[in-house]
């Protein structure tokens, strides 16, 4: 239906402002060139990727009447003025709230997408070039209804289909708008923009620092880990997707349904143990070890900072071609309350069932299990998926990770993305992922590794290798997408306590468990 250019009451707006910015709203989106559905890679035109029609593409995804839809008239933005107007006015009549943008250069271009039944405008280039424009589209049309868009390349602010300089800097930007009192900004990064590596996260959050105004999330989404940890950032009121709908790595019903409750499952903090001869035992790339103290007494200290579980990896027990030593276990698994992992040396399924019959909750495989695949099938029908868990060690070779064996020692030519995928197949419950490279030298968790596997995946992955400093926790979660992260050295030598990441976590607005 057609919209009227007054705004509605100011009651009506009030009313209708607090309702919506109660719920986290998950925006589809298609981007329109010559009347079809198309995706830009970084906004160039050059590499758009043919949808399909717009109705055929809404039928696809199945986006339910009433819901949101950003759309983006790529043509419009490009020259100047209004052009998909009857797409848009099809889409209206779905009884979808459209919201449109491009080609806005004047209060007539405004009036004319409202008048196709957009609920609201977008002013990309208006928002950046033309601050009385967008203060008298804001007066004429409603706070409500227009949506100022900043779209940042590297910290600078691009216009015009993204394809010239703005004339003012990102903070001016948002000090005009932030006078203007809209209910929201919507802000894309262009390097991030149908790439699907993640959204800029730290953008978002410099933008809570520098100012008010809320904030609707854009380009890099990829799955709904992505779509959780946006919903977890205080300024951030929704997030448009395209690309992950389109090619199905996202479900917008159960995106929709999983951020209705952003803070439900918590995350977990887990110290490691890494054991050698009933010691534990702490090197950097898995060599140079050295002594880090007695395993129950570490146990004991992790389970008082508050640890979520403990994992007890026996480094010498696949190496030395043994059992890992039960005796340890025994005495770790009397010793504590929390969940405990143990792992190294299990060959067999009646290896996994001494492990746990010697106190542990969870057993994690590796060498065994990527030369003998069905193994993890095996335990996951014998024990339970709960209780299999993969390790996965995996090295950096040119593009790709391979996972390797024998504790970091042997590479193999497995690809480490692909067997964590197959692990999840055959039964694996969860993905212990460790980075070889980055294994006890503080540098940060390996991002790219995480989101590589975490991707590709429905079960959890635990992030270990490189913990540094309490940043690294959150962006493992944040931007690598782990549902609990793993240390070792850096609580061992207690430069950081469980309970300081913990802390950190809850600030941040990630849940942890109490």
Known sequence: MSVNGDGGSASTETAVRGLRSAVFDVIPSLD????RVVRLRHGDFRTAKVYGEPDGVLDALNVPAGSRLHVVDLEGSRNGRPVATDIVRRLAH??????IGGGIRSIDDARRWLDCGAEKIVAGTVAADSPRLLAALVEAFGTSRIVPAVDVRDGIVRVAGWERTAETSIEEVFRRIEVLAVE??????????????GPSFELYRELRRKSRVRVIASGGVSNIGDVVSLARIGNVSGCVIGKALLEQRIDLKTARGRVATPNAIPERVIPCLDVRDGRVVKGVNFVDIRDAGDPVESAQRYEAEGADELVILDISATDANRQTALETVHRVADAIFIPL???GGVRTKEDFRAMLRAGADRVAINTAALRGPPLIAECAAEFGVQAVVLSCDAKRVGEHWLATVRSGKELTAVNAVEWCRRAEELGAGEILLTSVDRDGTNAGFDLELLRAVTSVLKIGVIASGGAGKLDDFRDAIETGGARAVLAASLFHDRVLTVGDVKRYLEVEGIPVRK
């Open 32 to 35: 329109l060139l010559y009347g």
């Open 94 to 99: 779905r009884d979808l709230r459209v919201q």
């Open 184 to 197: 929201e900004v919507l802000v894309t990064d262009i390097s991030r923009d149908g790439v699907l590596r």
């Open 341 to 343: 992992t143990v792992g």
